[in-house]
């Protein structure tokens, strides 16, 4: 206690003018703080100030990258439960394909179409197929019909089309009294009797080449020759029978 009381007083009196007379371990003591302050001073300037930005961009660079990390570990993590989905679509997905009718089908689907109309107890005015519309990878056929009886066989018409194995939607529902009608005519009928224009939408799937076809048209839509046989007025020569 005593020599910390005699140093402190030594520094007290210590000369700053004149540093050589200091006592020796004062003027070492000295010597290594001014090195000390000098390094420091060094290090801040030439390393840490000239390295700052690289820090703080690499301190940013390392929560980007650990915040895609967890990004990529939750998928991870995740990955059969994916998997399991994506199967399940693809089922889903083959599952509706074979909803959709090829080339050859098509011809058979418009007959069940008009025969659930007449099936219905309906009388068939108008039944015309129109131009294909192509899509992406399937083709839309809009069919023009117009159809006569009661409310009541209107509702087992949809019901059969809902029915149908295959895709078909109804599309432009107008129903009215005789006379009234806006695509079929005036036509006679039973008291009672109403006349139903629709517009049914059946769909096809497109086969590899029409898909590349389409592909290099740029993908627009491209109307098809009108099928054959379809008349105004009446059914197709494909739904006849």
């Known amino acids: ?4 009381k005699e140093f402190i007083e030594q520094l007290r009196n210590l000369d700053p003018n004149e540093p050589g007379r200091w006592p020796l371990s004062v003027r070492v003591g000295t010597i290594v703080l001014l090195f000390v302050i000098a390094a420091a001073a060094g290090y801040w300037y030439f390393v ?11 301190r940013a660079q390392e929560t980007q990258l650990w915040s895609t990390l967890e990004t990529k570990a939750r998928k991870a993590a995740n990955l059969q439960a994916y998997k399991d989905q994506l199967a399940e679509m693809e089922k889903s ?49 809009p069919i023009s019909i117009s159809l006569t009886g009661t409310y009541h066989e209107m509702g087992n018409f949809a019901s059969g089309i809902a029915a149908l194995p295959r895709i078909v939607t109804l599309h432009d529902i107008e129903i009215a009294p005789p006379g009234r009608e806006g695509r079929g ?18 769909y096809r799937y497109l086969d ?17 020759e009108k099928p054959k046989g379809a008349s105004k007025g009446g059914r197709s020569e494909g739904s006849e029978g």
């Open 48 to 58: 840490w100030k000239a390295k700052r930005p690289e820090l703080l961009e690499a």
């Open 208 to 224: 590899e080449e029409e898909q590349a076809a389409e592909a290099d048209a740029g993908g627009k839509d491209k109307p098809k």
């Open 185 to 202: 005519g005036s036509q006679t009928a039973s008291p009672g009797d109403l006349v139903i224009n629709v517009t049914a939408k059946t």
């Open 1 to 4: 206690m005593n020599k910390l």
């Open 93 to 141: 997905f083959g599952a509706m394909l074979r909803q959709l009718p090829d080339k050859t089908e098509v011809p058979n689907l418009l007959v069940d179409i008009s025969q659930t109309g007449l099936a219905a107890g309906l009388e068939e005015k108008l039944f015309q197929p129109q131009n294909e519309i192509r899509k992406d990878f399937y083709a839309e056929l």
